[in-house]
């Protein structure tokens, strides 16, 4: 098992940043790749970034090209993500999520463990 703590949301204004850490515990050494997705009300959830943990090779959704970095620190079992130059529509639940496969994509389905969530709220 492998249990994930998300933190770092808040309330910030359009334009502005935020960084989320993500820390995983547990049998970490199984994680193949570590994503962030983001939900909001009546809507699927979203994937936002990947990163396969071994590589450290990323990919990212259209959406957030450019204004987004994921990143990982694997001494501290951490996976950031830099948000940047944020928008209204950015608002969201941000998860973090784990998967045992470092060729794991951008569906849900194909992620493992999930964090509990943190709430980004970026005002106009």
């Known amino acids: 098992q492998v249990q994930l703590v998300e933190s770092g949301g808040g309330l910030v204004q359009a334009g502005g940043s935020l960084r989320l850490s993500c820390v995983a515990s547990?049998?970490?050494?199984?994680?193949?790749?570590m994503g962030w997705f983001r939900q909001t009300p009546g809507k699927e959830r979203e994937f936002v970034a990947r990163i396969r943990w071994s590589s450290g090779m990323t990919s990212y959704a259209d959406s957030v090209k450019g204004r987004f970095t994921i990143s990982r620190d694997n001494a501290k079992n951490t996976v950031y993500l830099q948000m940047n130059s944020l928008k209204p529509e950015d608002t969201a639940v941000y998860y973090c999520a784990a998967s045992r496969t470092r060729y794991t994509g951008t569906f849900t389905y194909e992620y493992d463990y999930w964090g509990q969530g943190t709430q980004v709220t970026v005002s106009s």
């Open positions: 547990g049998r970490t050494f199984s994680t193949g790749a």
